[in-house]
C-alpha cells in the first residue's frame, strides 16, 4: 500500500468511497453527494495549505483523510481538523492509521501542534451511526474534550457530536510559523 498526495484526478473515485457515507450513514452530516465539480474544488482548495492524501494499492484508492483549518481566525493557526473516509469493504485493515501516520508527520513538518477531530456520535448505536469512529481515534491516541447534545438531524434522528484532540508537538512561547502545505508538496 502506498499514501500518497490526492490529484484532482483522483476526485472521481474519492467521491464513490465518500458517497455511501453520505447517503447511507450519520458519519457525515451532508445530505447530499457533493457533485464531482463541487468535490474537485474542496480538493483544490484544501491542497493549498493542507495535505490530502489518499491510500492506493494495486491502482485501486482505498481510503483517504485531509487536515484543514480548525478555525479561520490566526490564533488557531497551530491547530488542524482531521478527516477521514475508507471504502466500506476495506475497513479494519489498518489503511486509516497508516494515513493518519503521515498525516501527523506532514502536520508536524507544518509545524501544527494539535490535531482534532470532529465526530458524529450516537446517544445509542444504531443502523445509520456506531462509536467506531471514536474508538479508532482513541486506539491512535486522540482524547475526549467535548460533546454537543442532539446537534445534528438526520435520517430522522437526533445525533451528538464529538471533538477529539491529539498533541503532536510542543506548545512553546514561541511557536514557529506554519507552513502551507503547499509550500512542502515536493517533499511528499
Known amino acids: 500500500m502506498k499514501i500518497r498526495t490526492v490529484t484532482v484526478d483522483d476526485a472521481k473515485e474519492l467521491l464513490a468511497i465518500y458517497a455511501p457515507y453520505v447517503r447511507k450513514t450519520a458519519i457525515t452530516f451532508e445530505y447530499e453527494v457533493p457533485t464531482l465539480e463541487e468535490f474537485k474544488k474542496r480538493i483544490e482548495n ?26 479561520e481566525r490566526a490564533a488557531y493557526d497551530w491547530a488542524a481538523e482531521v478527516s477521514i473516509y475508507v471504502r466500506k469493504d476495506r475497513k ?18 507544518q509545524h501544527i501542534l494539535n490535531l482534532n477531530a470532529c465526530i458524529a456520535y450516537p446517544e445509542l448505536e444504531d443502523a445509520y451511526l456506531t462509536k467506531d469512529s471514536v474508538r479508532f481515534h ?20 437526533w445525533y451528538d457530536m ?11 512561547d514561541q511557536p514557529e510559523p506554519v507552513i502551507a502545505f503547499s509550500k512542502l508538496r515536493e517533499d511528499w
Do not use: Q
Not at 46 to 71: I, R
Not at 96 to 105: K, P
Not at 162 to 172: D, L, Q
Open 92 to 109: 479494519g485493515c489498518g489503511i486509516g492509521g497508516r494515513l493518519y501516520t503521515v498525516l501527523e508527520d506532514i502536520s508536524r513538518t
Open 138 to 157: 482513541e486506539h491512535l491516541g486522540y482524547c475526549m474534550v467535548g460533546e454537543f447534545h442532539k446537534c445534528g438531524y438526520k435520517f430522522g434522528r
Open 162 to 172: 464529538v471533538w477529539m484532540e491529539k498533541m503532536i508537538g510542543a506548545h512553546t
Open 46 to 71: 484544501t491542497l493549498k495549505n493542507y495535505p490530502y492524501l489518499v491510500a492506493e494499492a494495486d491502482g485501486e484508492l482505498l481510503g483517504y483523510a485531509y487536515t484543514s483549518a480548525f478555525h
